[in-house]
């Protein structure tokens, strides 16, 4: 199995005609994903080809549902428009909506967030994530398809890149699915709610979860893990070298004084039981041992 989008994940793409959304589309498309549209209300009624598919334009999220039985759009719109993109999804109900678009204002994402959280029709994954991907599957953001095959390790990252390099260090082992959450202040789909699905999902036998410093959400889902987490559990905390009060890539990566700090996070992660590597490599060796044992 796999959690949040599978082989009957139906995908528009909001944004399809610009250049990151036609460029992740194609590969989109390549990977085997059902993309089936996009939306742009400026070119509503017009087509496109792309990766060898005719793909046709709406002029709403929900036109496009209702002519093509979507059920996920992938969100590439510009920060100053992806409020209104967002908002849209979801008065639309889609049931996911994967924000990719980086540099969104908080405030922003705070608005739509709790839209989604009161309609309690659509799940929002991101703002600033790489999506989520079930490999052989569907895949639905900009996570590369060759990099990994699938498998029983379920993998949640604040991080896209060390998405990627969990990915291929375990591509031998393979993932039922990885989804990459996003870095900012305010997302739509936490470390707890992923841990939740993997503990659901009968297929994903162990889950390494990447974290960063800033906040404390890593601790947030070492309480949960020791509570409600039986799968074994590895992870990597991004950051042990930041230097105090400065913002580090992610917009919610700031540690003040010992609050939020790398140390503070592994030292909760493991007295919750789970083990935690110094690097990504030392992460995925952990994993390794779940295997081997």
Not at 11 to 38: C, D, F, W, Y
Not at 149 to 170: D, W
Not at 271 to 284: D, H, L, M, Q
């Amino acid at each position: 199995m796999s959690i949040f989008l599978d082989e009957n994940s139906v995908i528009i793409v909001q944004g399809l005609t610009g250049s990151e959304g036609t460029k992740h589309a194609t590969r989109m498309l390549a990977s085997g994903a059902k993309v089936v549209g996009g939306v742009n209300p400026r070119k509503a009624g017009t087509e496109v080809e792309i990766g060898g598919h005719t793909l046709p334009i709406f002029g709403t999220v929900a036109d496009a549902m209702e002519a093509t039985g979507a059920n996920v759009s992938v969100i590439f719109v510009p920060p100053a428009f992806a409020k209104a993109a967002v908002v849209e999804a979801t008065d639309a109900g889609i049931p996911l909506a994967v924000v990719i678009t980086e540099g969104i204002p908080v405030k922003d994402s705070a608005e739509f967030w709790s839209l989604a959280k009161a309609s309690g029709k659509t799940r929002i994954l991101g703002p600033n994530c790489p999506g989520v991907i079930s490999p052989g599957k569907s895949n639905a953001g900009i996570i590369p398809a060759s990099i990994s095959g699938a498998g029983p390790i379920g993998l949640v990252s604040k991080s896209g890149t060390l998405t990627y390099q969990m990915m291929f260090e375990l591509r031998d082992i393979g993932f039922s699915t990885a989804i990459g959450i996003g870095g900012d202040p305010v997302i739509g789909t936490t470390h707890i709610d992923a841990l939740e699905a993997f503990e659901a999902d009968p297929e994903t036998k162990a889950i390494v979860m990447i974290g960063e410093i800033g906040g404390d959400a890593e601790e947030r889902a070492a309480e949960y893990i020791k509570a409600n987490v039986t799968k074994p559990v590895v992870a990597y905390v991004a950051g042990f070298t930041a230097p105090e009060g400065k913002t580090m890539g992610h917009a919610g990566a700031i540690v003040s004084g010992s609050s939020g700090t790398a140390q503070a996070k592994k030292e909760a992660l493991e007295a919750a039981g789970v083990k935690v590597g110094k690097t990504p490599s030392e992460t995925a060796a952990l994993m390794r041992e779940v295997f081997a044992g």
